[in-house]
């Protein structure tokens, strides 16, 4: 029978995408590692599961250490376990996806990782699976979009029902008829209309929509089902 001390050690490490949107695209947070090996290429924001932390505490770590930011919405994606995905040692990395409003929190990501937002269609060439983990997370972003209302965590609290199209299309990769979008959206009946309106948008202005996250987690219960 087999015991612990006759096994090898390996690290286990968590790497985060960060999702923002800016009110036109959909972005991606990136950094440029400053250690080698691949020092100074473009990078997912990772660090090592320390001995007193769980994997969702060292991902919560490493998102607020990148930008300063809690209880963001994070969601466990899936683990990479190749054998020579970092060639320095045997790493085993979970990967988490966060969403972030951009419009709100532009203060708090940290200059000293030399972050920077990227075009999700345009962003560099990462290090490692890096490019592997963003694909998966957009895959899994398109289907909780479809399925949950999170895509209004991207959104800042008020919003206009056209930057609520724009960023489906963003998360979509498609453009979205105009006339079914908005029926798709009142038929949920989970919005707030206000009475303020968007100026910006055109000589009328648009009026801004809210979340109702309340009576979301009512309709929830009476066996409420989003679906876009």
Not at 33 to 42: I, L, Q, T, V
């Amino acid at each position: 029978m087999e015991s612990y001390n006759d096994q090898q050690k390996v690290l286990l490490a968590v790497d985060c995408i960060i999702f923002g949107f800016d009110k036109r695209q959909l972005k991606i947070l990136l950094i440029k590692r400053d250690f080698e090996p691949e020092r100074g290429k473009w990078s997912l924001m990772g660090g090592f599961l320390r001995p007193d932390e769980n994997l969702d505490t060292a991902a919560t770590r490493v998102l607020h250490h990148l930008t300063g930011l809690n209880n963001v919405y994070m969601e466990q994606l899936r683990s990479y376990s190749a054998p020579d995905r970092d060639p320095v040692d045997r790493t085993v990395s979970v990967s988490y996806y966060a969403l972030i409003n951009i419009t709100e929190h532009t203060t708090e990501i940290n200059e000293n990782y030399s972050a920077q937002w990227f075009d999700i269609n345009e962003f560099p060439d990462l290090i490692f699976d890096h490019n592997l983990m963003v694909a998966n997370a957009m895959s899994r972003l398109r289907y909780r979009a479809s399925t949950k209302p999170i895509g209004f965590e991207l959104l800042p609290e008020k919003f206009t029902m056209k930057q609520l199209q724009v960023l489906y299309e963003a998360i979509l990769g498609e453009q979205l008829d105009k006339r079914n979008f908005i029926n798709k959206i009142n038929g949920l009946d989970i919005l707030q209309k206000t009475e303020e309106k968007d100026m910006k948008s055109s000589r009328k202005g648009s009026f801004l929509y809210k979340f109702d996250e309340e009576k979301y987690k009512i309709k929830v219960s009476d066996g409420f089902t989003f679906r876009l």
